[in-house]
Every structure is written in structure tokens, then in C-alpha cells.
């Protein structure tokens, strides 16, 4: 199953299912899980750990470590779990020691042709950054959240659970749950409605969902009176929940 062009570090600990194409270059400390492929020309980095299932496409560069100017080779850490695809020339990053020392993928994501993610970012589960999207560092985006191609985010913002970012958006603010958002800088342009239908939300729920945005985004409220008015609401439904939550754990201000 490996290419013998492939190079393999000895100390790599790679199940013996796994797939690794012509020329492609595993690392020290890199683990890869059972069934995954790793196609020709990818460069793996450790420490890593890869789970199963994972796709890796040519031209990719995973587990290197930043450029950011404070960082000095610690052995930091890449966490990615199973059922990812990772395309074309994608790059990922370790974490740093000045933050959190890892950066994490959840399970089932879908990381299109050139993108990056950077040090110490968290991604959730069932997420799609399109055609060169960028995450800077310590980026967190929640489950199914789609960033549109050539979107950019800056870094320490969240991107909240099953939101969307526009082609060619600029986020310099955190996105809440829900949301889309496009321009230059990002502003929200309603809610998700076609993401969340893909997830069976009954129209209650949607309709709920929009209440709440037009509470926080359109009645001219600050955002502590339009959290205090949608108490009912949140209780109602988790999902309302969720999206007020998200604007309550903000750190950098929510896109307006």
C-alpha cells in the first residue's frame, strides 16, 4: 500500500491499511489512522495524529509548523479526526506554545483546493471551507459552518455553527450561529435558512430563528436588550439557544 517512491520516517506509526501514494513524505511523529489515503506529492509533519478514513489530496502540506515570528519549532501538536477530505494543495498548521499548543479537525469535513488553516484554529465537525478560504490563527468554527471561496478570516474570530461566509468575504468580526455574512468588511445578511432546512429544522424552528435575528440585527436594540427580550424564545428552542449563545460568548464583537 505504500509507493516506494514514498519516504517514511521510521518512527511514523502508520496502520498497516493505509494508502500513501508516489513521492509523498511522512515525517517523524506523524500517526495515521486505518483506511485512509494519502495520495502523491503530500507532505506530512509531526507531531501529527490523523484519524481513519481521512482523504488527503496531492500537493497538500499537513502538520508543518507556523511562520508565525514567536514560534521556535516547539514540538506543538495537530489533532485531525476521521472522514476528512482534504484537496488539493491544502495547508495546515501546528499549534503554538504562545496559545493553546494544538490545532484541531473534527470528523467529516470537507477542506477544498488551497486552503489553509492556521496555528492553533479549532474546526467542529461537518464543515466546508471552500476553494481558498483562509483561516488565520486561532480561528474556531463551529459544525457545519461553509465559507464560500477566497474567504478570509482574521485571526482569533469564530465562525459560528452552521453559518456562511460568502465568496470573497472578509471576516474581521465573529460570525453567531446561523448567519450569513459577505463584503469586505463581512456583514450579516440574514440567516442561514438554506444550510438549516438540509437539516430537517421544522418551519417553527426557522421562523424562530429568524425572530431572533431580526431581535438582535433589525428593532434597533442593543445587544443585551434583544437577549433579555428573547428569554422566552431561547427556551423554547435549542437552536434559538444556540445562536444567542453564541453572540453571549463573543470575544471580538459579532458582525453588524
Known sequence: MHHPSAIIDPSAKIDESVDIGPFSLIGPDVTIGKDTKIESHVILKGPTIIGERNHIFQFSTVGDGSPDKKYKNE??????????????????????????????IGNRNLIMAYSHIAHDCILGDDIVLTNQA??????KVGNG?????????????????????AMGSSVNKDVPAYVKVRGNPAKPFGINTTGIKRLGYSKEVIESLRSAYRSIYRQKLTVEEALSALSDLRAKHDEVNIFLVSIEESARGISR
Request: aromatic share 8%; charged share 15%.
Open 145 to 165: 459552518a461553509i465559507l464560500g471561496g477566497y474567504a478570509i478570516v482574521h485571526q482569533f474570530c469564530s465562525i459560528g455553527s452552521y453559518s456562511f461566509c
Open 75 to 104: 514540538p506543538t501538536l495537530l489533532k485531525i479526526g476521521e472522514d476528512n477530505i482534504i484537496r488539493e494543495g491544502v495547508t495546515i498548521h501546528r499549534g503554538t506554545v504562545q496559545d493553546q499548543g494544538e490545532t484541531v
Open 134 to 139: 483562509a483561516l488565520a490563527g486561532s480561528v
